[in-house]
C-alpha cells in the first residue's frame, strides 16, 4: 500500500478555486490508479475524479464535470484536483484514494486512503 496525506482544503466562498493536492509515500505512485472521493456529513462517501496511472484516462462525476480537474505528476509522487466555480453543495471532507491497476470509480475498489481535507464553501 502506498500512503497518503491531502492538503489544500479550506474556507472559499462560492465561485471560487482550491486546489487540493495529495502527496504519497511508501511506494511509488507509478502503476496506480488515483482517485478524488467526498464526504459530507450524513452522506455516504461519493466519487469525484479518477485518473489512470500514466494521467491518460480521467473521469469525472456528472456533479463536478466542466469545473474540476485531476492531475498528477507521478515524479512527484503527487496528485492534484483542481477545482473552480465551487458551490456550497461542495462542502465536504476530501479524500484521495489509490489502488493498483486500473481507474476506478468505486469506493471499496481503493485500497489505500488519505485521512482527508475539509473544503467549505460559503453561500
Known amino acids: 500500500q502506498v500512503q497518503l496525506v491531502e492538503s489544500g482544503g479550506g474556507l472559499v466562498q462560492a465561485g471560487g478555486s482550491l486546489r487540493l493536492s495529495c502527496a504519497g509515500s511508501?511506494?511509488?505512485?507509478?502503476?496506480?490508479?488515483m482517485g478524488w472521493f467526498r464526504q459530507a456529513p450524513g452522506k455516504e462517501r461519493e466519487f469525484v475524479a479518477a485518473?489512470?496511472?500514466?494521467?491518460?484516462?480521467?473521469q469525472y462525476a456528472d456533479s463536478v464535470k466542466g469545473r474540476f480537474t485531476i492531475s498528477r505528476d507521478n515524479a512527484k509522487n503527487s496528485m492534484y484536483l483542481q477545482m473552480n466555480s465551487l458551490k456550497p453543495e461542495d462542502t465536504a471532507a476530501y479524500y484521495c484514494?489509490?489502488?493498483?491497476?486500473?481507474?476506478?470509480?468505486?469506493?471499496?475498489?481503493?485500497?489505500?486512503w488519505g485521512q482527508g481535507t475539509q473544503v467549505t464553501v460559503s453561500s
Open positions: 511508501g511506494r511509488t505512485f507509478s502503476g496506480y490508479a
Open positions: 484514494a489509490a489502488r493498483k491497476t486500473v481507474l476506478a470509480i468505486i469506493t471499496s475498489d481503493y485500497d489505500s
Open positions: 485518473i489512470s496511472w500514466s494521467g491518460s484516462s480521467t
